[in-house]
């Protein structure tokens, strides 16, 4: 409820001031079209200081930096200087900083276990080809197949940490496609797994988290990071 007033009243607020910013109420102008973009910046930051993803917070002030280098007087500093700043920021703080996930009555992992849904949902998906997209929310998807075939999953402003530890591969190879922007993304996966990993990313970062055993069914792990986080956890 709290959350839905708080978006609610900021987006009415929103509102005013991009028909005030047009009638000149403000001594500096702004475009449109960079007005939309502050707000969704604006967006990204509060979000990201809700769920603590230190990524998107850092990117999103970044970027509202170079597009204001002018009034805060920071024009010396260079688009490449504040994002490498940036860049620098977002892996330092991820590392001292994890998002936040509350799991209510227990310490350990439980399939069926109380979450507060207000911050983060959970589901369990039973599925040989899994399809996720994540926009603006905290998720926890398990992934509990007998006959896994592969994975496309687009997270977006937001968080996820998405288990494969209960799967079962139809063929000694599966592919795992993901496109992560201003996100952090957590994939925990099995050890016998040997995953190769072909991500592109931009000014992002990618960490790996334990070490599979030597054999195993090979795993493709393709697609991009776009200012964003990609954890691989061996379990």
Known sequence: MKQRWF??????????????????????????????????????????LRNLIMSSLVFAIALLAIIYAKPLGITALVPWTILGAALLLSIGLSILVHPRWKIHGGAHRNWHGHFDHERTSTQTIDEPNVNLDLSMSNSIRYIHSTDFNGANLHVSMGGAKIYFDDVQLRHAEATITVDISLSGVELYLPKTWQVQLNVDNSLGDITINGTPTTAGPVIYLQGRVSLGQLSITYI
């Open 7 to 48: 978006w609610g009243t900021f987006f009415l607020v929103s509102a005013i001031v991009l028909v005030t910013s047009q009638l000149g109420v403000f001594s500096y102008h702004v475009g449109i079209w960079t007005l939309f973009l502050t707000i969704a910046l604006i967006a990204i930051i509060v979000t990201s």
